[in-house]
């Protein structure tokens, strides 16, 4: 490995950096904060660029998260770059690669990794920080989760890789064969991933929306057919004569963490089928169920939350494959600065270049 030093990069790397750190809810600051150095088994990456979530939404306004570490906390969990500084034991990646870095690493030894639920691993090690010059990448993720970029994958759409391997994680929990019939309610993020999922694995999809714009998306995604978010009795029907013989579908994805919304998601599932809730609820959120249908119905319940080092490895390789597809989910570019308002008017995933006005090696 040659030692290129970070300056010749062409990255500011001294001694401070800026940096969005969440000090409460609502509170996200942009400050000035030492740079990071790599401690053993640990790399650090300038970040080229970040993505927004509405997961970061959520964690703004909440000001609390199982990712989040005691506040006040380095903010933002997608981003990709190139790594400016490597410590001593971190091995399979070198200084000046680009790199594919996921936002957790879990234990691989505890009851649930040995298990395949790593998204439930008690030792899980989660990253947030994206939304800074620079960032320092704990050893438990580089030794797991950090990738080495396929050459010609934009560092945005690297970025993408832990937001899709969600929907992917949750796409591959389901059962749904191809030429069955599939309901995704909500054309977020997750729901746009989940309809590509589940349209490349040949089922009908059918993705319901407000947004004409999150329908328009899902159309090039791979979607069946698209609708209004069903909001009523005559909206559910709608949807169900949609659905073959109008008895619901075989499996139905609620991608908004939403009690209402999962309730309409298993009103829209046939006898036999499955339901997926895929979308984080409020701490206090109360789900009602009809307890006769899921009983006599044979109605499957299941949830997904989070990813797993495959499902990171095969959302990277399913980008790579349309990378115009995928550059489709992503908004305007913005700086540090922009970020906070940003995630409360909502809208589309941005993408965020914390080195907005490079300035050069030093
Ligand atoms: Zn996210
Ligand atoms: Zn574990």
Request: neutral net charge; charged residues 20%; glycine residues 12%.
């Amino acid at each position: 490995m040659k030692d290129v030093g970070p300056r010749a990069l062409g990255h500011r790397y001294g001694p401070s950096m800026r940096a969005l750190i969440l000090y409460g809810p609502g509170d996200l600051r942009l400050a000035e904060i030492p740079t990071p150095e790599p401690g053993q088994g640990e790399i650090v990456v300038a970040v080229d660029a970040a993505l927004t979530c509405a997961t970061d939404a959520k964690m703004l306004s909440r000001g609390t998260h199982p990712s989040l570490g005691p506040l006040p906390a380095p903010f933002g969990h997608e981003g990709a770059g190139t790594v400016v500084a490597i410590g001593h034991g971190a091995h399979g990646i070198s200084v000046g690669d680009a790199a594919v870095i996921a936002n957790s690493a879990p234990c691989g030894r505890c009851e649930w990794c040995v298990r395949g639920r790593e998204g439930l691993c008690e030792q899980i090690t989660y990253l947030t920080g994206m939304f800074a010059e620079f960032i320092r990448v704990p050893a438990a993720i580089v030794a797991h989760n950090v990738m080495v970029r396929p050459p010609d994958l934009a560092p945005e759409l690297a970025a993408l890789a832990e937001p899709v391997a969600c929907g992917v994680r949750a796409a591959t929990r389901s059962a749904a064969r191809a030429g069955e019939s599939v309901v995704v309610l909500g054309g977020g993020l997750q729901g746009q991933v989940l309809c590509a999922v589940l349209a490349r694995r040949g089922c009908q999809v059918i993705l319901c929306d407000p947004h004409l714009e999150h329908r328009a998306s899902a159309r090039r995604m791979g979607a069946w057919r698209v609708d209004d978010a069903p909001r009523d009795a005559a909206g559910l029907a709608r949807v169900l004569a949609q659905t073959p013989g109008g008895r619901g579908a075989h499996a139905t994805f609620a991608a908004v963490g939403d009690a209402r919304v999962w309730e309409s998601a298993v009103a829209l599932t046939r006898p036999g089928g499955e339901v997926n809730f895929h979308g984080g609820p409020a701490p206090d959120d109360v789900l009602r169920l009809p307890a006769s249908r899921l009983h006599y119905e044979e109605i499957t319940l299941q949830a997904s939350y989070h990813h797993t080092p495959t499902a990171i490895r095969q959302a990277v390789a399913m980008i790579a494959d349309e990378p115009e597809l995928f550059a489709s989910l992503l908004g305007p570019e913005i700086g540090l600065e922009e970020v906070a308002d940003a995630l409360v008017s909502g809208g589309p995933k941005r993408i965020v270049r914390p080195r907005h006005a490079p300035t050069g090696p030093a």
